[in-house]
């Protein structure tokens, strides 16, 4: 089975760009879920969906941020601009909301995004 | 709010011995499950081992296993036969059982070395 699939894989950008980064969850899990990884921060939800609709985004650290999940199979996470800070591996995870699953949260490789 | 905390910011241990990694947690709840994960240098999070907070019984997955406590609100693993490759970061999350979704909260991580 395939899992969760991210791209891409690594980007470098200059500040001031757009950013998408896109994300295909497991077929079948309808919860999906961005994180992002930095060394200060350790890991942070930037926001999770149920069904393609937001259920939390308290996460997304300002405005530039956005995330969408136009489908079950499909979401993506934007940034613009893009600022150096913005610097760290996001992770895209998917997960089936069921007992016998164990609920359990599976993520992608990760996009490591540079700005300079 | 669940909080997630690891303790041990790095451990090491001989190949081939044993080591218990620790995670306490704390929360309200009674329904739950509580799951470790490793990362690598390559940053991929694998999945270690899950557990439901309504088993009694401890999980084991090949050398991994848990020492759950729940009344202690605690959740430590134990690596048997520590192998090279288990190397990583190790990060302990919590996820509150649920018909919707819902996130995982993570621990800060323990390093893990693994010496000859």
């Known amino acids: 089975d395939a899992g969760v699939i991210q791209s891409p894989r690594h980007e470098v950008t200059e500040m001031g760009q757009e950013v998408t980064l896109r994300c295909k969850p497991i077929?079948?899990?309808?919860?999906l879920f961005w994180y992002r990884q930095t060394m200060m921060r350790g890991l942070e939800l930037l926001i999770y969906?149920?069904?393609?609709?937001?259920?939390?985004d308290s996460g997304m650290p300002e405005d530039r941020f956005s995330a969408k999940m136009p489908n079950a199979s499909f979401s993506t996470l934007k940034i613009q601009p893009s600022e150096p800070r913005d610097s760290a591996v996001y992770f895209c995870a998917s997960s089936q909301n069921i007992r016998t699953s164990g609920n359990t949260i599976y993520f992608g490789e990760g996009s490591w995004l540079t700005v300079v | 709010a669940q909080t997630v905390t690891q303790s041990q910011p790095e451990m090491s241990v001989q190949e081939a011995e044993t080591v218990t990694l620790s995670c306490t947690y704390d929360?309200?709840?009674?329904?739950?499950?509580l799951f470790w994960y490793k990362q690598p240098p390559s940053r991929q999070m694998i999945l270690v081992i899950r557990q439901e907070a309504y088993k009694q019984q401890n999980a084991t997955e090949n050398r991994f296993s848990v020492n759950f406590q729940k009344a202690a609100k605690s959740f430590s693993l134990k690596i048997s036969d520590s192998q090279l490759g288990d190397a990583a970061m190790y990060f302990c999350a919590y996820r509150t059982h649920t018909g919707t979704a819902s996130k995982l909260t993570f621990g800060t991580g323990t390093r893990l070395q693994v010496t000859l």
């Open positions: 929360t309200s709840e009674s329904d739950y499950y």
């Open positions: 077929s079948g899990h309808n919860s």
């Open positions: 969906f149920n069904n393609n609709v937001p259920i939390d």
